[in-house]
């Protein structure tokens, strides 16, 4: 049997950290589907066509992320996009105590909602904890320094984004 997981947030934009999670978790499942939310409630930098491709270059690019898809969830529980995947776990980050307490929530609501389909918990690493996409945006939207803080497209993207 094949190990699948599925790698769902909303990417606003997709840090180093996410990356790292997403490669890491190649390392031990078969295959690991990175799936964009586009059904989310909160306003977005980028738009999820944006993100998509974005997501698939850096993807591409990378090293050892030959078994990394990437797609778009438009609609409907990630715990139903792993059963149509057929995928047997979800992945999630966790950068400090506060996205623990969040995480679990949502892993016990997961579990009432599909009990075959498990969360499995990476920390992040040590280089990247402190970031955060809401972060990111704000401090590119005042023309900070993101650089090691997300891939070098998306730091052009977010340049071209907040000039216009
Ligand atoms: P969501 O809107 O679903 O929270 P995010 O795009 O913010 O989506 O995050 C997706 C996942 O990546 C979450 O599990 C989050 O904890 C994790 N994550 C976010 N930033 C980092 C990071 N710097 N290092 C490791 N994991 C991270």
Redesign the pocket.
Known sequence: MKTKAI??????PF?L??L??AKRAARFFDEVTIAI?TN?S?ETLFTPEERFEYIQTIIEEAESSKNIHVILHTSGLTVELAEEQGAQAMV????SVK?MEY?MDIASMNKTQNENVETVFLM??EK??F???SMIKEIAQFDGDITGMVPTLIATKMKEKFQK
């Open positions: 790698f769902a947030g909303s990417f606003d840090t950290g996410h790292d999670i939310s989310t909160k999630r980050g966790l950068r996205d995480e992040a690493d990247y904890r970031i955060s996409s």
